[in-house]
Nanobody
Framework: QVQLVESGGGLVETGGSLRLSCVGS?????????IGWFHQAPGKGRVGISSISTKEGRIYYRESVKGRFTISRDAAKDTVFLQMDKLTPEDTGTYYCASGFLTIRSFAMRRETDFPYWGQGIQVTVSS
């Protein structure tokens, strides 16, 4: 059973930076997974913003975070990072790390249902 634990959230001013971490465990080493970050703004649904495949490290970014967020991984430690720069109040919300088997659809983070494994979520607040 895959388990995911996020860390690194907090309060930051507009224009500031935060780095989120997601430590995973329980992966089947014969499979290729995608690990992604979802953002849930207050009162809204979750939106996939960035993903990375576990074997080849292929990367996807939602348009709204391109040039500001950087996803990376430490494959040896089953850890994925999300470096968030130039933060704005619109980035406020809960960030979830999620994982599923790699497919074209899961890589592009089109549906939450492609991700059976989820972390508990972590709060990010960007003050204006």
């Amino acid at each position: 059973q895959v388990q995911l634990v996020e860390s690194g959230g907090g309060l930051v001013e507009t224009g500031g930076s935060l780095r989120l971490s997601c430590v995973g465990s329980g992966f089947d080493r014969t499979e290729d997974y995608v690990i992604g970050w979802f953002h849930q703004a207050p009162g809204k649904g979750r939106v996939g913003i960035s993903s990375i495949s576990t074997k080849e490290g292929r990367i996807y970014y939602r348009e709204s975070v391109k040039g500001r967020f950087t996803i990376s991984r430490d494959a040896a430690k089953d850890t994925v990072f999300l470096q968030m720069d130039k933060l704005t109040p619109e980035d406020t919300g809960t960030y979830y790390c999620a994982s599923g088997f790699l497919t074209i659809r899961s890589f592009a983070m089109r549906r939450e249902t492609d991700f059976p494994y989820w972390g508990q979520g972590i709060q990010v607040t960007v003050s204006s």
